[in-house]
């Protein structure tokens, strides 16, 4: 068969503006990026806000492995499905892929197979430039935030009051906002910086630098979270303004709008508010817009491109990031919270050779030959593993949604396995089981998922959030914590004492919580696979992204920014005799 990337370069795409035109879209209301791509102008909320919502269903999966679950196929799979197949209208909504996993282990983000997006290069790489917008404008707070401490070192009030400034006097120990770049580089996680600054004009020792600081990846930055959760123009400069980079020396918040820097922000990010609008293999429209890590930030597309989505189409399918205990969670608990928007229906991609490394089979390497216990039949091995399904199935159920479970089928799957998830899924309360060959077959091989979740969204909603927000912030980590990866408990070293209580001091008790923390793992630790027991949550550090709208609490040992394997992906991607990309994947 075809790679992926094959599959994408053979694909008959159609011009944007008749993808579009399948929304009721024109040409007014694009902001044209070539043929295939185009930015939305938010005008359409205004233009459309009489249509009636459709309905709105979230993509999710159990535990991630090496193996691969195939979220982002699926989503595009059921959206190919429900259009082509079932003829209804219908958009995806999903996030624009970080480059830093395009070149390491991971790859691109755009589907897979006859379930993709394309133009899949665009998709995978520059796209129309938003994250190198954020980046820029991130790495603009972290050089305006080290020039007024050096020139505050300098400069007496009265100099400063000459100039229009006032003394924020920084604590540079406080400092949270490191500088990003969008690729995988362990190396950057700590850095010293101003070395050149470490003397005064008069020889004296600086009191601000050199400091120890660090990168994290770009799509980790609170601005691409921002994105993500902002409404408007409006909305997007108020939450910059909001945004906490670190404490002044009294140990009170220091603000992006304090530093007068929050206007410019705005500016260099103006244009990513627009989502841009691709296509499916099939033709479908699909909305690419944001893309924030699930593991470190919250992990789910734009709230404008769904609202946008949902005044166009009949069904709007989304995507969160890795398993249901973090992008679904955060989905719920924070993106619904500031959209007001209600799912009708969870989707949870499972695979069986996921479910059997889950029940104890044997480690899997890159390029090593999968053991038999993946590709031969073994029900004993399968069994072992289901009970990670059921938690997710029960976690997604908990916020009173109806869950379908989309069993993404590989050719060694057994029917007998099959039967065996199926069985075990409806007893823990699924709406259904489905086996679905969307990665071989596109649309056409997801048409009974379509339909079972169709019916799924015809269903009456309870859905209601994990936790209240005038909860304190230990009682909310505590509760995801307990009730959504099963641990014993939470404990928390000195550091995050003193920010939670400093968090709260400042007026930041009532944000909802985003936990960053390991996606191999329904626990902190990426080790234990299955359904962990008799663990406790170790919260190393919290963090408060007042712009965004969350705290932001780290787990364990988990980086915000992501190293490269020993054979990333880079080595295979060049160019062919004719000038086309090969190797992405």
């Known amino acids: 068969m075809m790679s992926d990337i094959e599959i994408a370069q053979k694909a008959e795409i159609r011009p944007i503006v008749d993808v579009a035109s399948k929304l009721g879209l024109t040409e007014d209301d694009l902001e044209f990026h070539g043929k295939f791509i185009a930015k939305v102008h938010l005008g ?48 995806a909504c999903i996030r624009q892929p970080s480059m830093g996993p395009t070149f390491n282990i991971k790859g691109g983000a755009a589907g897979g197979g006859y379930s993709q997006i394309i133009p899949m290069e665009s998709f995978n790489l520059h796209l ?6 954020i980046s820029v404008a991130h790495n603009l707070v972290a050089a305006a935030i080290d020039s007024r401490m ?18 924020i006097d920084i604590d540079p120990n406080s400092v949270t906002w490191n500088r990003v770049v969008d690729v995988c580089d362990r190396s950057l996680r700590e850095i010293q910086i101003g070395l050149n600054d470490a003397k005064k004009d008069d020889g004296t020792p600086s009191t601000v630098f050199p400091r120890k600081t660090g990168y994290d990846i770009s799509v980790a930055s609170e601005l691409m979270a921002i994105l ?18 670190g404490l002044n020396r009294n140990g009170k918040p220091v603000s992006l ?3 007068k820097i929050a206007g410019a922000v705005t500016v260099l990010m103006k244009d990513t508010i627009m989502p841009n609008l691709m296509q499916t293999l099939e033709g479908q429209p699909a909305f690419v817009h944001a893309g924030p890590f699930a593991n470190i930030a919250h992990g789910n597309s734009s709230i404008i491109a769904d609202q946008i989505a949902l005044r166009c189409a009949d069904y709007v399918v989304t995507e969160s990031g890795f398993g249901a205990d973090i992008g679904m969670e955060k989905f719920f608990d924070i993106k619904c919270r500031y959209s007001g928007l209600i799912p009708n ?5 499972a695979t069986v050779r996921a479910l059997k490394m889950h029940g104890g089979g044997p480690k899997v390497k890159p390029g090593v030959t ?16 289901l009970g990670n399904l059921g938690v997710h199935i029960e976690n997604a159920r908990r916020f009173g949604i109806p869950v379908v479970v989309a069993v993404n089928a590989f050719e060694t799957d057994s029917n007998s396995e099959l039967e065996m998830i199926r069985k075990y899924a409806v007893g823990a309360g699924a709406e259904d089981a489905v086996k679905c060959t969307h990665w071989a077959d596109g649309g056409k091989g997801a048409k009974q998922l379509a339909k079972v979740v169709v019916e799924a969204c015809s269903k009456p909603s309870k859905f209601k959030f994990l936790y209240p927000l005038e909860w304190p912030i230990k009682k909310k980590i505590e509760c995801i914590a307990t009730e959504i990866y099963g641990a014993d408990g939470v404990t928390y070293t000195e550091t995050a004492e003193k920010q939670i209580k400093s968090y709260e001091e400042a007026g930041f008790g009532s944000l909802p919580i985003c936990m960053a923390k390991t996606h191999l793992s329904l626990s902190h630790d990426p080790d234990l696979k299955g359904v962990p027991k008799g663990f406790t949550v170790p919260i190393r550090e919290v963090r408060a992204s007042a712009g965004a709208g969350f705290i932001y609490p780290l787990l364990g040992k988990m980086s915000t920014m992501p190293g490269l394997a020993s054979h990333p992906g880079y080595m295979d991607i060049d160019l062919d005799e004719k000038g086309n990309i090969k190797g992405l994947f």
């Open 150 to 167: 050096y020139h505050e070192s300098l400069q007496t009030d009265e100099q400063l009051k000459k100039k229009g400034l006032s003394r």
């Open 370 to 385: 999968l053991d038999k216990a993946y590709t031969n039949e073994n029900l004993d091995l399968l069994e072992k593993g």
């Open 228 to 245: 993500a959760l902002t409404t408007d123009l409006k909305d997007m400069r108020r939450r910059i303004g909001r945004v906490v980079v």
């Open 257 to 259: 709008e304090q530093l």
């Open 128 to 133: 129309t430039g938003d994250i190198h917008a």
């Open 345 to 349: 229906a969870v989707v949870l991609v």
């Open 44 to 91: 359409v909320l205004e233009k459309f806000a009489d249509r009636p919502q459709g309905k709105y269903v979230d993509v999710t999966a159990i535990t991630p492995t090496p193996l691969g679950e195939g979220k982002t196929t699926t989503t595009i799979g059921l959206v190919q499905a429900l259009g082509s197949e079932l003829k209804k209208s219908v958009a």
